[in-house]
């Protein structure tokens, strides 16, 4: 639990948007649910024990390369990538399709 307390201060809590209570109170509301379901992408990655900002480095900034064929878009991730896996375990679970593909370059 301080875990969580210390990673909400250190993070969304840090400034508080406001100086009314309604509007920091919907901050917190949402900076807590935002947290909770990095957890839950985080646990499904297999990256359980990561703090928030290594969450964010690895997961949220990927370095994929988007390209357009026809009506659809393709992802690229780097094919030596050291989070690809744990990467590609999130996409599955949360789209519920096959991984994308890896580029060749």
């Known amino acids: 639990m301080e875990q969580v307390i210390g990673e ?3 993070g969304p809590l840090a400034h508080l948007p406001s100086g009314v209570f309604s509007a920091n109170a919907a901050w917190l509301g949402f900076a807590v ?3 909770n379901i990095s957890r ?3 646990t499904a990655a297999g990256m359980a024990a990561a703090r928030m900002a290594t969450l964010m480095r690895i997961v ?3 370095p994929a390369r988007i390209a357009s064929t026809g009506r659809r878009q393709v992802m690229h991730l780097p094919a030596h990538w050291p989070w ?3 990467w590609i375990r999130l996409w599955a679970l949360a789209t519920g ?3 994308p593909a890896a580029a060749t370059t």
């Open 60 to 62: 949220t900034a990927t």
């Open 84 to 86: 690809r896996d744990a």
């Open 97 to 99: 399709t096959g991984p």
């Open 33 to 35: 649910i935002a947290f």
């Open 40 to 42: 839950a992408a985080a």
């Open 8 to 10: 909400l201060k250190g």
